[in-house]
């Protein structure tokens, strides 16, 4: 009586506690996958496609994120491995990844081995504390002040010389195309602006 009891009572827990760990692990995966945080459930940017859509799209690529982008502000693209790649061009959303919630976005081993060879461990590459110290070298560099007075200094010198080159042909009432002038006298202005800025 005593080993059927203990037979009937094994037969059924070994049916049970299967059944407990499948109803455990099918619960915590919908938890997870509906990103339950405290009853809430997470937003996430619309999935509009896949890289696969991108490789269609290789020769009008730009054009075509600009189509998706008039649809709306951020969207997600799926990419293998179950890597998402997140788009946007709403100011809210690029401050709350940068500023608000930067942790929380970081590029991770995936794509720093991918860039390693062209970036190196600069601010395009790293993550965290490597992250961090580079951005704070940089922010010397690209503080508004710097710029405005480095900018400032090398539209002056170019000024000079395209007033020197206006002032030179209307003396000599020689024509000439202002509007080129003006143009190539301006573009190594950002042009230095954007080259020293990156050293």
């Known amino acids: ?18 059944g407990l760990a499948l109803l455990a692990i099918c619960s915590f ?5 509906r990103g339950w945080r405290g009853g809430k459930p997470r ?14 799209h290789v020769r009008r690529l730009h054009d075509y994120h600009t189509d998706l982008f008039r649809e709306r502000k951020t969207f997600q ?12 061009c709403d100011p809210a959303v690029v401050e709350h990844i ?7 976005y970081g590029k991770g081993w995936f794509n720093y081995e991918n860039m390693k060879d062209l970036f190196g461990d600069g601010i395009f ?9 580079q951005r704070k070298i940089a922010s010397y560099d690209f503080s508004t002040r710097a710029l405005r007075d480095f900018s400032g200094a090398v539209f002056k010198r170019n000024a000079a010389k395209l007033a020197s080159i206006v002032s ?27 080259a020293v800025s990156s050293n």
């Open 168 to 194: 030179s042909n209307a003396a000599s009432k020689k024509s000439m195309d202002f509007q080129a002038s003006a143009e190539s006298h301006s573009r190594p202005s950002s042009s230095v602006v954007l």
């Open 43 to 56: 937003r996430y940017a619309p999935v509009v496609g896949t890289v696969f859509h991108q490789l269609y």
């Open 98 to 104: 940068l500023r608000t919630n930067f942790a929380n």
């Open 29 to 33: 995966y919908l938890l997870v996958r």
């Open 125 to 133: 590459a790293v993550d965290g504390d490597k992250w961090r110290q």
């Open 1 to 18: 009586m005593e080993t059927e009891n203990l037979s009937s009572w094994t037969s059924s827990m070994a049916l049970t506690v299967p």
């Open 77 to 88: 693209l799926l990419a293998p491995a179950s890597r998402r790649q997140i788009y946007t």
